[in-house]
Each structure stands twice: as C-alpha cells, then as structure tokens.
C-alpha cells in the first residue's frame, strides 16, 4: 500500500470498484469506467507505466487527487507494479477497500483490511475506526472479520444503515501518529 503519486495512481486503483461484482457488493450502485477502459487500468504495470502514463495526461484534464476530501491508499502489486485494488478512510473513520478482479479469490482482503486499521491506528491516530459492508458480500465479511473487525452496535455513523447493509468495527487504545 502507498499514496497515489498521480491520477493515474488514483484511477487505476479505482478501477477495481467498478466491475459487476464490486459494484454490489460495495453497495454504492454507482456508474463508473465501461469494462473497457477498466481493462485499460488493469494492464498497466511497471513496464509500461510511462507509456500509460503519457496517454492518459493527452486525453485527461482533470486533477482527481487534488479533489479528494479523504486518504486514499493504492494497492499495488510488488512483483509488477499491476493495481491490485485500494484503501478509503473518510474523516468520520470509515474504511473502504477493495480488490481488482484479478487479485480476488486470493485471501488477500484480511491483509488489506489488517493493514488499513493498522495504518489508522499507528500513523492516524484513529482508536476506532469501521467498514460497511452488505451482508451476502461474504467473501469482505470474512476478511473483516479475519483483519479483527467486530459486529458492533449502531452509532450516530451507522444508525441509518440501509437494509443489508453491516457495519463492523475495529477498536484499539493505543493509538498514535507517526
């Protein structure tokens, strides 16, 4: 995980939360990239990057990072330099994460959900932070759970939750910043 150092950081790693699957488990219902532009970001990796690179700033004018209203980390995979998907953390302690398609299945989310609470507790000062998650989306309930999230009751956060929707919580009394 590191912060993204461009938009096409920030893109490829949302690029994973925009596929069929994502999208409904996510519960965010929201339009995103077409499959094919999604595929543009998934193929890019460390041999090809500049290469990328140049062809989305001739046809791109928007500043994405310069927007963002929370802390957004990309997932990367070490051996290529491929996306593998992305961290939120909203200023109300939400996390979000995903994976790219081509890094599911591999039990990865308790890795990236561990180092998101991780990251919020020993570099952000956070003592609580939590995920909402839709109750079939089993695969992120059990990488939650695995990463030490736990069911918890309603909060000012979560009250209003909409059917089907979980939250989880991640607690702990030592946090810090770095």
Request: hydrophobic share 45%; net charge negative; charged share 25%.
């Amino acid at each position: 995980m590191r912060s993204p150092v461009d938009d096409l950081d920030f893109l490829g790693s949302m690029a994973g939360a925009y596929d069929d699957d994502a999208q409904r488990w996510l519960a965010w219902d929201q339009e995103g990239p077409v499959a094919e532009t999604r595929d543009w970001f998934f193929n890019v990796d460390d041999a090809n990057r500049e290469h990328m690179h140049e062809h989305l700033d001739d046809s791109a004018g928007h500043r994405y990072l310069e927007a963002l209203e929370y802390r957004h980390l990309i997932v990367v995979d070490r051996d290529h330099g491929r996306y593998a998907g992305a961290v939120q953390l909203f200023e109300d302690c939400q996390v979000n994460a995903w994976l790219a398609p081509h890094f599911r299945g591999r039990n990865l989310g308790a890795d990236l959900f561990a180092a998101a609470a991780k990251m919020a507790h020993q570099h952000l000062a956070v003592k609580e932070l939590y995920a909402v998650v839709a109750e079939q989306n089993l695969p992120a309930l059990s990488a939650l759970r695995l990463a030490g999230f736990q069911h918890a009751p309603a909060t000012t956060e979560t009250a209003e939750l909409q059917p089907g929707l979980l939250a989880l919580r991640h607690r702990t009394r030592f946090a810090q910043t770095c």
